[in-house]
């Protein structure tokens, strides 16, 4: 069902981009569609992941590999999601919990997850990740590996994880049988700067008043970008982008009537179909022009010390460290994007989502944004209220707005 | 010139029309009931019955509340946040808190020395604390939603009821009738329980309310009981309640439109 799924999606979105009719977001689209048919074909070898994990690495080592997230996020999109997670509370699970791993739990025990090689678990972002890719690891009876990311970018820090990150090479090399080619190795990392390189113009450009991009276009880009780090896939992804972004930039002037209120979004999307970013668009004249983590926290990798490049970025990511590091992240990037407001969902059972809201919030007011928390589960679709999220999102809009 | 603002909740339909002078000329609640089209009308008719003015007469109206988009004749939706504020800012000009509690929503808006939204806080994917959730509680207790006003009166107040929940206060309710506890203290702590809930809707636009004008709107703020358990959880304030709390969002939609049609012609 999942390969029929994606080999549909890939010869659609191919088609259309040979008929003239690509974006940007049809590239990364198709690229995606090509990720979930290797996952899927049989023919290769496949690692569930967690999110912090270093897939320029894997993809040097020719392993596909994949955060459990992106699973959930995928069935909730095709809108077949609440059967999956329903199963879960068959196993135990609260049905107050994350749905984003309730969906790939149910889908693991109702044999949709293809059978990995091996499990590489990361202990950030989220505990509740790891705890799933441990439940997939004794579903599978397949090995696992967990990299324990540290807090903070201290010299002894980033030497232990770059350790960890080296015996994780080891461990893959003994189940695949493939050693690391070094020279792939550079190769990939070269490919991982490269793209780093664009995607910092694409963001430069998306920062301009009034924005170059749409509210969809970027949405979930940089934590999915992180799976085609090291590849020929990422650089044109990023390419494609940085080309229409520079095409409209010359083509639009400067005209901020065109963009009355611009937005930040907290953490990820809502991943089922939904008219938020219509609504905020059509009605309003409001534009989502950045999200949290659309950022590069990390520096270019040294091919002289690749282990420690990698290990730096792991620990860079925002949602890694104290809560405090987020917030200073965010209104960075408040000011940097120059918002005029910030929606959070609130993602409904994670703890990344709701522990800190009220610290978030604050942080904002102290630059002077105005916070929508939203309460939605982003992946169960079943959970979600479309007139009392119209209500909260229009009334913060009249509120924005009354305020300008 | 006439303009009419018009509130369609989960409970009831409300409208109030004003003059070009922003007087309020009438107003008019009815039950909204399946089919809230047939409320838009039958309000609507209310308010122009009693003042003998022609429909044709009214330059704009303005809608509000979760079936905003129902009114055919609008020229415009604005949300009820915005018009409950725009409404007590008309009636309460210090109010600096606004607590709305309707049917299945509550609310607490933060206003500015200029009456403008600053920030606002919902209750989410629960109506607990909320009018649906009085009547399930007047029904468990077998007595008119009217009467449970001044019902708590005389209470000495060890009674705790589930915040969280309509489905487990109502149990919690039944239980206590069983046990024999007297009425009176039920109902204290049915409404301490709306206050508490309450309360923390207010800290989470303003984590110290202290000194500042609070007033209430919506039907719940009919409820004597209720509003004497917000104003001790806020710490002995005195909360202010217009005449009409339940028209508040119909008026600030008629000043809206109001607004708006005068904007028009400018």
Not at chain 2, 241 to 266: H, N, Y
């Amino acid at each position: 069902m999942m390969k029929e799924y994606f080999d549909s999606l890939e010869s659609g979105l191919q088609s259309a981009i040979a008929q003239g009719k690509g974006s940007p977001r049809k590239t990364y689209s198709l690229e995606l569609a090509r990720l979930g048919q290797r996952l899927y074909s049989g023919e290769h070898k496949v690692a569930w992941c967690g999110i912090a994990a270093p897939y320029d690495l894997l993809n040097a080592m020719e392993v596909t590999s994949c955060f459990v997230e992106f699973i959930g996020a995928m069935l909730a999109s095709t809108g077949i999601v609440g059967d999956f997670i329903e199963a879960t509370e068959q196993i135990g699970y609260s049905s107050d919990s994350c749905s984003y791993h309730r969906a790939v739990s149910g889908a693991a025990m109702k044999g949709l997850m293809p059978k990995p090689e091996f499990l590489i678990g990361t202990t950030c972002p989220c505990s509740g990740g790891l705890a799933v890719i441990e439940h997939l690891a004794a579903h599978f009876e397949k090995q696992l590996f967990v990299l324990h990311i540290p807090q903070n970018e201290s010299r002894e820090e980033v030497r232990h994880l770059a350790e960890q990150m080296r015996a994780m090479t080891s461990f893959v090399s003994k189940i695949t049988g493939v050693p690391l080619d070094p020279d792939k190795l550079k190769s990939a990392i070269g490919k991982t700067n490269r793209t780093r390189e664009i995607i910092t113009q694409v963001y430069a450009l998306a920062r301009q008043v009034p924005s170059p991009i749409n509210s969809k276009e970027l949405s979930n880009f940089g934590i999915v970008m992180a799976l085609f780090l090291g590849t020929d896939a990422g650089v044109t992804i990023a390419e494609t982008y940085l080309e229409e972004l520079q095409k409209r930039t010359q083509s639009m002037g400067s005209n901020p009537a065109k963009e009355k209120i611009r937005l930040l979004w907290v953490q990820n999307r809502i991943q089922f179909k939904n008219p938020i970013e219509n609504l905020l668009e059509q009605e309003y004249g409001a534009k989502i022009v950045i999200d949290e983590l659309n950022d590069i926290t990390w520096d270019p990798i040294d091919n002289g010390d690749i282990y420690e490049g990698l290990a730096r970025r792991s620990i860079s990511i925002p949602f890694n460290g104290s809560i405090q590091k987020r917030i200073t992240h965010l209104q960075k990037l408040a000011q940097d994007y120059r918002i005029d407001g910030a929606i959070n969902p609130c993602n409904w059972g994670c703890r990344q989502g709701t522990g800190a809201r009220g610290m978030i919030e604050e942080g904002f007011k102290a630059v002077g944004i105005p916070v929508l928390n939203l309460e939605v589960d982003c992946v169960d679709p079943r959970k979600f209220t479309e007139g009392q999220v119209k209500t909260r999102i229009e009334a913060f809009l009249e509120m924005v707005e009354s305020r300008k | 010139m006439f303009y009419l603002g018009i509130d369609i909740g989960s409970l009831s339909c409300d409208a109030v029309l004003i003059d070009h002078e922003e007087a309020i000329l009438a107003t008019a609640v009815v039950p909204t009931g399946a089919r809230n089209l047939e409320a838009i009308a039958r309000v609507t008719e209310n308010v122009l019955h009693k003042t003998g003015i022609p429909k044709k007469d009214v330059k704009g109206i303005v809608s509000t509340g979760y079936g905003r988009e129902r009114v055919q004749e609008r020229i415009g939706a604005v949300t009820e946040i915005t018009c409950h504020a725009r409404g007590i800012a008309a009636l309460k000009p210090e109010a600096r808190v606004l607590i709305d509690i309707g049917g299945q929503d509550s609310k607490a808006i933060l206003l500015d020395a200029e009456q403008k939204v600053m920030d606002f806080a919902m209750n989410d994917k629960c109506a607990a604390g909320t009018g649906r959730f009085l009547e399930a509680m007047a029904r468990a207790l077998q007595v008119d939603i009217d009467e449970m006003a001044n019902l708590d009166l005389g209470a000495q107040g060890g009674l705790t009821i589930s915040s969280m929940c309509t489905v487990f206060a109502e149990s919690e309710v039944v239980s206590l009738i069983a046990d024999g506890k007297p009425v009176n203290e039920i109902v204290q702590g049915l409404n301490r329980a709306i206050a508490t809930r309450t309360l923390a809707l207010v800290k989470r636009i303003v984590a110290n309310p202290a000194g500042l004008p609070v007033a209430m709107s919506g039907g719940v703020a009919h409820n004597a009981g209720v509003v004497r358990a917000i104003s001790a959880a806020l710490g002995g304030v005195a909360v202010l309640v217009p005449p009409q709390p339940d028209t508040v969002g119909a008026l600030g939609a008629a000043l809206i439109a109001k607004e708006k049609c005068e904007s028009f012609r400018g």
